[in-house]
């Protein structure tokens, strides 16, 4: 998720809570753009994940935040962040932040991570080599790999939110060349999309066949990328970033459309509900679903969800025939797609 902040400088924060009605939203913001920095300037992961959580608990409030002493009491929210809420509310901005912003090997170092295909090691290295922009980036072409020059040539294109209209667009022309491709596969755009967001980072299309089902390790040989081949030589994919035997990351567009970010992955036919629900999240959503599964005796992932024996060891995956089936197991109350922002426990 490290490519999301929108253009110029200085970047805005990546991950911004992307729902309407946050009362906090120049703390989350703030927090985002800290923990972005941690993540991509100084790798640290550890503190990008506690400002990230922290950005994520004050976009849930539903009253504005008055002191940081009052934010400390949000769990995720320590002392060190409290100060740093009480400078931002009674100066308007954080000196840490403009620190970051006024340093010129911090600024291209965010920069470059913001091309696909370039993390925060990658952009460290560049700019010791005396990568700045863009534009020095497009001169040292020959080093880059296939991914970042794909990032690279469509570096705007992949910062700019899908609008929904286009995917809809998109995932019918995807299921009518694919129905007439094989029409034993069913498809389904899962993500921010089928949460019903107005517009999306990417499209994730998740895909099922008969022919690949649990008890194999992996699908037929070739399965997804006879289907890539296809849908490239439709047009509908354009470019690939990279290729496994179950995830497509890649490029596609609509016809005469923008160059968009695309994420294909099969899933075994027999475990498809548990693959909708943990592609369409939040990613937030499902650490919350996890962790409920976990203190209810289960395990869940992607493929399954099974019942953790008195050993400790996880026994055999549940049937699941809909993503209700999973709510059930976890006594948890069916929630649509379009409410999936947190886990709601009555
Ligand atoms: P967006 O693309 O519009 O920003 O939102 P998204 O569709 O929710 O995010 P995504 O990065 O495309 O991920 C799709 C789903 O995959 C996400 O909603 C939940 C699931 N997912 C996790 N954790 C992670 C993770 O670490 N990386 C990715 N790529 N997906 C994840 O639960
Ligand atoms: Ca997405
Ligand atoms: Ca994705």
Known sequence: MSKRNSGGSPPKAKRKAPDTGNKNEDISNMLSQLSDYEKNVTNNVFKAKAYKKAAHAVAGLDYKISSGKEATRVPGIGKKIGEKIDEFLATGKLKKIE??????????????????????V??????????????????????LTHAQQIGLKYFHEFEERIPRPEIDQYKELCTKALTKYDDSIQLKICGSYRRGKESSFDVDILICHPGFVSSMKNPPKNMLSDLVNFLLSEGLLTDTLS?????????????????????????????????????TGSDVFNQEMRAHAQAKGFTLNEYSIRPIGTLGSPGEPLEVSCEEDIFDYLELTYQEPNTRTKLSVT
């Open 99 to 120: 620190r970051i912003e006024n340093d010129e090997i911090s600024t291209a170092i965010s920069l470059l991570t913001r091309v696909n295909g370039i993390g925060p």
């Open 122 to 143: 990658a952009a460290r290295a560049m700019v010791e080599k005396g990568v700045r922009s863009l534009d020095d980036l497009r001169k040292t072409k020959d080093t």
């Open 243 to 279: 290729l496994g035997n179950v995830k497509f990351m890649g490029v596609g567009r609509v016809p005469e459309g923008k160059a968009r970010r695309v994420d294909i992955r099969i899933v075994p036919h027999d475990r498809y509900w548990c693959g909708v629900l943990y592609f």
